[in-house]
Each structure stands twice: as C-alpha cells, then as structure tokens.
C-alpha cells in the first residue's frame, strides 16, 4: 500500500509564512495528480491546490497568489508554499495523492493531515 505523511504544519502569525511538505511510501506505485486540501472547524473540506504531472496547476480562488504547490517527483514529494498567512487559513491541511499501483490501478489516498493554525 501507499502511505502519505503530512509535515510541516504549527503555529504562525497572521503575514507569516509555511511550508508543508507530503511524502509518499511504499512499492510499485506511479503518482498522477498532487493536491491540498483543508478543512477548518465547522466547514466543509476544500481544495487548495493541486499539480498534475506535467506541472499543470489549479489553486483556490482564496490562497491564489499567496500559496505555490510544487512537486519533486524523485522524492514522491509535494509541496505548498504558503506566504501572506491570514487566520482564515487556519484549518487542517491534508495531502491527497491519485496514485497508479500494479496491485489496486489508480487509487486516492489521504494523509492523516497537519494543523495550520495562523494567529491574529
């Protein structure tokens, strides 16, 4: 199987900076699209932003210009710079991978997320 673990997460004022970072696990596994997701409390989960293969890129009407998604294939890793933080951002972040394995096809998966959480 493929584990996914977020890291990067913790406390920050609001204009400050983050960078989260989400690395994949495991064996015979090719990886398509990289996203962000978050969910604050009492709100739906969201999409922030993703990054196909080929670089393609899609970000939250609400963190575009503030946030970079970026990948580093070699290291199964992705990446979301987040700068100009305001304390709506402050929510779970969760990495979710769509992953390609001999043994299940083309799965998501989902690390158990990382906690932003940006002061006033």
């Known amino acids: 199987q493929v584990q996914l673990v977020e890291s990067g997460g913790g406390l920050v004022q609001a204009g400050g900076s983050l960078r989260l970072s989400c690395a994949a696990s495991?064996?015979?596994?090719?990886?398509?699209?990289m996203g962000w997701y978050r969910q604050a409390p009492g709100e739906q989960r969201e999409l922030v932003a993703e990054i196909t293969n080929s670089g393609r890129t899609n970000y939250a009407s609400s963190v575009k210009g503030r946030f970079t998604i970026s990948r580093d294939n070699a290291k199964n890793t992705v990446y979301l710079q987040m700068n100009s933080l305001n304390p709506e951002d402050t929510a779970v972040y969760s990495c979710s991978m769509r992953v390609w394995t001999l043994a299940q096809g083309l799965m998501d998966y989902w690390g158990k997320g990382t906690l932003v959480t940006v002061s006033s």
């Open positions: 495991g064996r015979a596994f090719s990886i398509d699209t």
